[in-house]
């Protein structure tokens, strides 16, 4: 293990020099050092220096900027790669600015429609979610499932993941109902995946237990009679 940290370490030095040379090295372009940037950010994200990595982001969206053709769909994967670094560091608000414009970019180049939208529909709608932003958490995540539709037999965490944040923020939204529906979703999908014991089911049955003592309350508060 020890070893393997040290060639991270050394990997990590390489990588910094190769981005520091390059600003001014002659045939290195910016684009060329955009990406040298975003792999160095991957390895200081894995050595838990997201402050660092969320720096090298921020410069390699700047390349990027510079490079851009007039006119062309601002924002890139370097957006949403930068909004997971924000968000792993609690800035959650800047974190959906950033998310939002990558949508937009990936909406003007592939369309609205294209599977490639389900996992920035699924990361908006999760942070709109810690933010108390509910509605908007709903829109983007039943985004995720309807653009993700094709494939969604196919992977099965992120479908089950999806349907367990559409059903938490349809519970804060008050409707219960479609809620329940979401978590009997996500519990059949894992259950049938990872059998009954696997973490992931039970975090599905927790929030179906509470969706349902919830929908037990709701029905003696208006049905009297019920609860006696």
């Avoid at 924000?86 to 369309?111: I, M, P, S, T």
């Avoid at 367990?164 to 059949?188: K, T, V, W």
């Avoid at 009954?196 to 009297?224: K, N, Q």
Wanted: charged share 35%; with cysteine; proline share 3%.
């Amino acid at each position: 293990m020890l070893r393997g940290l040290g060639r991270l370490d050394e990997a990590r030095a390489h990588l910094e020099e190769a981005v520091r040379a390059g600003k001014t090295a002659p045939g290195v372009t910016r684009d060329t050092v955009r990406d040298w940037r975003r792999d160095l950010s991957k390895l200081l994200i894995r050595a838990g220096r997201l402050d660092d990595a969320r720096r090298q982001l921020e410069r390699a969206v700047e390349d990027d900027e510079a490079a851009c053709v007039p006119g062309a769909p601002r924002g890139s994967f370097l957006d949403e790669d930068l909004g997971d670094v924000l968000r792993a560091l609690g800035r959650q608000e800047e974190a959906r600015q950033r998310y939002e414009r990558a949508l937009r970019y990936h909406v003007a180049v592939f369309g609205p429609d294209a599977f490639a939208l389900r996992e920035l529909h699924h990361r908006l709608g999760a942070v709109s979610r810690e933010l108390g932003r509910y509605d908007e958490a709903r829109h983007h995540l039943e985004e995720a499932l309807r653009v993700g539709h094709p494939l969604l037999r196919r992977d099965i965490a992120a479908t089950a993941a999806i349907h367990n944040d559409l059903a938490m923020a349809l519970r804060h939204l008050g409707d219960l109902d479609e809620a329940r529906r979401q978590f009997e979703q996500s519990l059949g999908v894992v259950e049938a995946a990872l059998g009954p014991e696997h973490a992931r089911v039970g975090l599905a049955r927790y929030g179906l237990g509470l969706t349902l003592w919830d929908l037990g309350r709701r029905d003696a508060s208006t049905d009297p009679g019920r609860a006696s």
